[in-house]
């Protein structure tokens, strides 16, 4: 079995009576959202409230997943579990100061029924899903979020440029897997299952930048334009930000095309 603990954890999960694999199997918690099932396994996600030994709490996300496996390049025919790779990218992220949320637990176990894997998270406190704020700004008016949305759009930007500045391609960056706070003007990856590294940066560019583009289309042109230029760390359109913004405007029509 593989086990990873963040240092400091190992105290917080002992005094929550959290002491091996199968006490974080078999804890009693309600789902957070439904259980998955398909593909002969399922995958659930629960959010608790540990206590402290120092007193307060701490909030995490425990998700557990039963025979989800994929094929990769490391097990080409067996396939791994999913969460392995999250679990994966999340320690890399943490690691590189890339905004996601915190790993504090991870575990595998192979039993006679197949993979049993545990992954555990802190909460992300004051952050929502970017389509919910979005769908804010729709409805209440664009103009009366004028200084949160310039706030929020150079630091998403900033986020998924410094992403694929390690060839990472996130791989599913749909407004629901950013995470904001606009309080503080913080973003946020999440739903880092698909993300895989490219050969050539620009390929995890186009492929995330064309998902986003076509996965938030309440958002004002203004926004989008505004959004690449932060991207691209430019003040005004070039040739370079002209040539980027038709690409993503033909991916776009052709896409949309074959719906």
Not at 62 to 71: A, D, F, G, P
């Amino acid at each position: 079995m593989t086990e990873f603990i963040l240092p400091g954890w190992e105290k917080i999960f002992a005094h929550n009576g959290l002491n091996r694999f199968e006490d974080f199997w078999t804890v009693d918690a309600d789902w957070f959202e439904p259980p998955n099932y398909r593909r002969g396994g399922w995958s659930g996600a629960s959010r608790m409230v540990l206590e402290d030994p120092d007193g307060g709490e701490q909030v995490i996300f425990l998700k557990r997943q039963e025979n989800h496996t994929r094929k990769t390049w490391r097990n080409p025919i067996a396939g791994e579990p999913t969460f392995r790779g999250e679990a994966r990218n999340l320690r890399f992220l943490n690691s590189h100061d890339i905004a996601a949320p915190e790993l504090v637990y991870y575990a595998e176990f192979r039993s006679p029924q197949g993979w049993q894997v545990v992954l555990a998270t802190r909460e992300l406190t004051g952050f929502i899903p970017l389509n919910e704020l979005v769908e804010r700004w729709r409805k209440q008016g664009w103009k009366q979020f004028h200084h949160e949305r310039q706030r929020i759009i150079p630091e998403m930007a900033e986020l998924i440029r410094r992403l694929h500045g390690y060839n990472l391609v996130h791989g599913a960056l749909h407004a629901k897997h950013v995470f904001v706070n606009p309080e503080k003007a913080q973003a946020c990856l999440i739903d880092l299952e698909k993300m895989r590294r490219r050969l050539l940066r620009r390929q995890a560019m186009v492929r995330d930048l064309d998902t986003c583009n076509r996965r938030t289309f309440d958002v004002s042109r203004t926004d989008r334009l505004r959004f690449l230029l932060c991207y691209l760390q430019k003040d005004r359109f070039d040739a370079q930000a002209r040539d980027l913004w038709r690409e993503l405007a033909a991916l776009e029509k052709r896409k949309n095309a074959r719906l």
